[in-house]
């Protein structure tokens, strides 16, 4: 493969057989539309100037990488940095993609944003950017996630944005997903719909991925500075995959680097219950886009599980389909359990409450590291704090506030 | 010469206009398609569209979603809608069926199988709603080889630089979706309708049907005055849903009827 001449996607948004433009006829000039204005605004160094300032200024950008020395020792083997994602504003690396497309939002003259959410960390983000540039804000969740995540959807209230519970299918982010795609193709002329991961029609794959790809970007000169060296693999886990996307993007030409996603086993891969399409699922078309989906003998997408609602997605961004076809990157799965002790691993070695999400990337640094030697170098992409799942990690120990 | 283009040439020398209803296959429960689809022919359908389910119906609204996830509940797969055409195929060798649906149920069974036994099953049209030109030249190419015309959509939104693409892939007819926004929602602006379909029409030599938004017998004869095709579908499928228990074909028929009679009246007139 020619990874140092990677230059995904091609004009219609197709990663190898993976991604394009999936959507009803009704969606495709507003796509149109956002591909010329992101095309236009890339090549403009005022626009390049502001984003790099609101996340410098506004995110706290850089954000620091961290040895995570205790914990290494103590697992005994390879060292792990930490990429801290989770000291952004807001707590997550969804704010970074957040600006992005708020700022191109304001150029297209768009006065309505609207966002789908698993988690809650993207509609946080999308509702912290909306305040931030006067715009009107209405992000759906699944109502499932809505009585797993309270905490953010009063944040997003406070922030101003209207949150609807979606009650359909079930009642998670893909639904969420298929009722902001609703409301766009309703509004087309006044709203935007801020994507939050590295799925769904070009260019929002293309999009995201350029927005997050500062946190690998940032990576090359710390790691340099660091430790002297690039990591000897990157770690980071995928639901949609945007996270991994921005860790993994400037890392792909370093092809003695090796990238790894982890997917969410849930119960584990045989009990059906989990999330990891890389891992267990098939190629399909749904959310705009060709890639791996959890799906049914007749094409049906199934009901994903994970511990995590910001990973418990039946599909993945087209990148990460080809990355893996390709053998460019490797995808690894982790159960509840396993990303449940890194989580208290973290919190009682490194003072570091991290997302459970992020738990997952961090449970795979665990399993990896004891079988590696001291002088081997791991990255893992501390995507989120875990302030936000305080409840979850309190109901599963049996523990009520 | 298909059944979807003997259709419309023998309506054209009657100077009348093609009805399409539109049902979920397995809505509200597999027993139902084969009565239903017999009750929309007695109430004057020329063309019968056939929603197959799918978990994630983007395009539509809530009501045809409903429909999608009342069939799921009863494991209605590709195979099973299938089944239903060839059954009503030994009961009505004429009324053209098309397909509609989401490209994931179709890619699950396998393209070449799927227009194999497609054609077997007697079906003449497929829409399948996620797949815009740019990503089907290889859907058109396979169901143009077995005799069923690929249907293609456009939109009030759709640049004219569109229409090539759709004539050239497309076949049977187009289905103008005639407003901004999902299956079921808001109103028709009629005007922009009849503004766009003359030059539609043009382009794509191809008769074209006007859907989304028609929701009774005075807006069905207004569209039928500029249009080739009227396409009802949230309308009927809320009939369904609310018709008591062993209702619902004679209630469908009826709402038929009313239109067919309103569209024909105006022909005359």
């Known amino acids: 493969m020619q990874v140092n001449e990677y230059n995904m996607p091609d004009d219609r948004g197709h990663f190898g057989k993976y991604g394009g433009i999936f959507v009803a006829e009704t969606l495709i000039p507003a796509l149109a539309e956002l591909n010329a204005a992101y095309e236009q605004a890339q090549k403009d160094p005022e626009f390049r100037a502001e984003f790099e300032d609101e996340l410098e200024h506004y995110v706290g950008r850089p954000s620091p990488i961290y040895h995570a020395k205790r914990w290494s020792q103590l697992l005994g083997g390879a060292q792990i940095y930490l990429k801290r994602e989770d000291l952004n504003h807001t707590g997550a690396h969804k704010i970074n993609n957040c600006i992005g497309q708020a700022l191109l939002a304001r150029r297209m003259g768009k006065p309505r944003v609207i966002a789908e959410t698993g988690a809650g960390q993207h509609g946080v983000a999308t509702a912290t950017v909306a305040a931030r540039y006067g715009m009107d804000c209405v992000v759906y969740m699944g109502s499932e996630d809505i009585r797993r995540q309270a905490a953010n959807v009063y944040r997003m209230k406070l922030l101003g944005a209207k949150v609807v519970p979606v009650e359909s299918g079930s009642k998670t982010l893909k639904d969420a997903l298929n009722e902001a795609m609703r409301d766009w193709v309703t509004n087309i002329a006044d709203t935007f719909y801020i994507i939050g991961t590295v799925a769904g029609p070009h260019p929002y794959p293309m999009m995201v991925r350029d927005f997050q790809a500062v946190i690998g970007r940032e990576c090359l000169g710390q790691m340099s500075a660091l430790a002297g060296r690039q990591p000897d693999q990157v770690i980071a886990c995928v639901g949609g995959g945007s996270n991994a996307m921005g860790i993994f993007y400037d890392y792909i030409p370093h092809t003695d680097v090796k990238l790894v996603g982890v997917e969410a086993a849930g119960h584990g891969i045989e009990s059906g219950k989990h999330a990891a399409s890389l891992t267990a699922g098939r190629p399909g078309v749904l959310h705009g886009n060709r890639t791996y989906l959890l799906q049914d003998a007749n094409g049906q997408i199934i009901e994903t599980h994970s511990i995590s609602a910001g990973l418990d997605y039946p599909g993945v961004g087209p990148e990460h389909a080809w990355l893996k076809d390709s053998g460019r990157a490797e995808y690894v799965t982790v159960t509840d359990d396993e990303a449940l002790a890194a989580f208290h691993d973290l919190c009682g070695y490194e003072g570091i409450i991290p997302a459970l999400e992020s738990s997952h990337a961090l449970a795979y640094a665990k399993r990896l590291a004891p079988t590696l030697a001291q002088d081997r170098i791991l990255l893992v992409n501390l995507s989120g704090r875990g302030d936000k799942d305080m409840h979850t990690v309190a109901e599963k120990s049996g523990i009520q506030f | ?269």
């Open chain 2, 1 to 269: 010469m298909s059944r979807i283009a003997a259709k419309f040439s023998a309506l054209q020398s009657q100077n009348r206009k093609a009805l399409i209803p539109f049902i979920t296959a397995g809505d509200p429960e597999p027993g139902q398609t084969l009565p239903l689809m017999r009750a929309l022919v007695a109430g004057g359908a020329d063309i019968i569209e056939l929603g197959v389910p799918f978990s994630d119906p983007m395009a539509d609204g809530p009501t045809i979603q409903r429909a999608s996830e009342r069939a799921l509940a009863y494991g209605v797969s590709l195979r099973i809608v299938l089944g239903m055409v060839h059954e009503f195929r030994k009961v009505d060798a004429t009324t053209p069926v098309v397909l509609m649906g989401y490209a994931n149920p179709v890619e699950a069974y396998g393209l070449e199988n799927f227009a194999r036994d497609a054609q077997a099953a007697g079906v003449d049209g497929v829409l399948i709603v996620d797949y815009p030109p740019e990503e089907c030249a290889e859907f058109s190419r396979v169901m143009k080889a077995v005799g069923i015309d690929p249907i293609f959509l456009l939109a009030p939104t759709s640049v004219e630089a569109r229409f090539a693409d759709v004539a050239q892939l497309g076949s049977g007819y187009i289905y103008y979706v005639s407003l901004k926004g999902v299956t079921g929602s808001a109103t028709i602006d009629l005007d922009e309708v009849a503004r766009r379909i003359p030059a539609i029409r043009a382009q794509v030599g191809m008769p074209v049907g006007v859907g989304f938004g028609i929701r009774d017998a005075v807006s069905a004869a207004r569209i039928a005055s500029v249009a080739d095709a009227v396409v009802i579908g949230s309308k009927i499928i809320e009939t369904i849903e609310q018709a008591p228990a062993g209702t619902a074909p004679a209630l469908v028929t009826a709402f038929l009827r009313e239109v067919r009679a309103a569209m024909d009246k105006r022909e005359q007139a």
